[in-house]
C-alpha cells in the first residue's frame, strides 16, 4: 500500500518561502505524476501542479511565478517550494500521486499539513 | 480553466435515504471526471474515477454516471460514515480543478 507523508515547518513569515517534502513509501516514485493539493481554512481544493520523476513538471498558472517542485528519487522524496508567502497561501497542503496516463486522477493522498502565513 | 460546479451545495439527509449530486463542467470533459469524500479533517478519498470506475475497497452503494458536460455521484442507502463532503473533479486538462463540494449532513 502505498503511503505518502508531508513534513516541514508549520508557521511561515509573509514573503518567506514555504518549503514542503513529501516522502513516498510501498511503492516507487516513477510512472506517476506526483501533486500537490492545497485546501485553504474552510474552502475547497487548488491543484497547484505536479513533478514526474524525470523532473518534468506542470504547474496551475495561477502560481506558476511562485511554484517550485522538486523531485528526489534516491529518496523517494518529492518537494514544494512557494515563494513571497501571503496570509492567502495559508492552507492545508496535501501530496498526493497522480496516474500519468489512462485518467489522471488521484488515488493516494497524504494525511495533509497545515501551513500558517503569520508574522 | 474548466470550472467545475457541483449542486446541491448542501443536503439534509437521513440515513438509509438516496442521495444524487451533480457536477457540470464549463466544456465537454469526455469522461474524464472523478469524485472524492471528504470527512472532517482528513485529506481527500477517491471514490470514483472516469466518471463511473468504483475505486477498489469503496462500497458499491457508490456509483457515478454521466460523460461530456454532466455528471452525477448517486449514493444509495446513505450510511453514518457517508456523512461527508463530496467534491467532482476534472483531470481532462491542466489546471486540474475541483467542483466547490456538496456536504451531506443528517437530517
Known amino acids: 500500500q502505498v503511503q505518502l507523508q508531508e513534513s516541514g515547518p508549520r508557521l511561515v513569515k509573509p514573503s518567506e518561502t514555504l518549503s514542503l517534502t513529501c516522502t513516498v513509501s510501498g511503492g516507487s516514485i516513477s510512472d506517476y505524476y506526483w501533486t500537490w493539493i492545497r485546501q485553504p481554512p474552510g474552502k475547497g481544493l487548488e491543484w497547484i501542479g505536479y513533478?514526474?520523476?524525470?523532473?518534468?513538471?506542470n504547474y496551475n498558472p495561477s502560481l506558476k511565478s511562485r511554484v517550485t517542485m522538486s523531485v528526489d528519487t534516491s529518496k523517494n522524496q518529492f518537494s514544494l517550494k512557494v515563494s513571497s508567502v501571503t496570509a492567502a497561501d495559508t492552507a492545508v497542503y496535501y501530496c498526493a500521486r497522480q496516474y500519468s496516463s489512462g485518467w489522471y486522477h488521484f488515488d493516494f493522498w497524504g494525511q495533509g499539513t497545515q501551513v500558517t502565513v503569520s508574522s | 480553466d474548466i470550472q467545475m460546479t457541483q449542486s446541491p451545495s448542501s443536503l439534509s439527509t437521513s440515513v438509509g435515504d438516496r442521495v444524487t449530486i451533480t457536477c457540470r463542467a464549463t466544456?465537454?470533459?469526455?469522461?474524464?471526471l472523478n469524485w472524492y469524500q471528504q470527512k472532517s479533517g482528513t485529506a481527500p478519498k477517491l471514490l470514483i474515477y472516469?466518471?463511473?470506475i468504483l475505486q477498489s475497497g469503496v462500497p458499491s452503494r457508490f456509483s457515478g454516471s454521466g460523460s461530456g458536460t454532466d455528471f452525477t455521484l448517486t449514493i444509495t442507502s446513505l450510511q453514518p460514515e457517508d456523512f461527508a463532503t463530496y467534491y467532482c473533479?476534472?483531470?481532462?486538462?491542466?489546471?486540474?480543478?475541483f467542483g466547490q463540494g456538496t456536504k451531506l449532513e443528517i437530517k
Open positions: 473533479q476534472q483531470s481532462y486538462s491542466s489546471p486540474y480543478t
Open positions: 466544456q465537454r470533459i469526455s469522461g474524464y
Open positions: 472516469a466518471a463511473s
Open positions: 513533478i514526474y520523476d524525470s523532473g518534468n513538471n
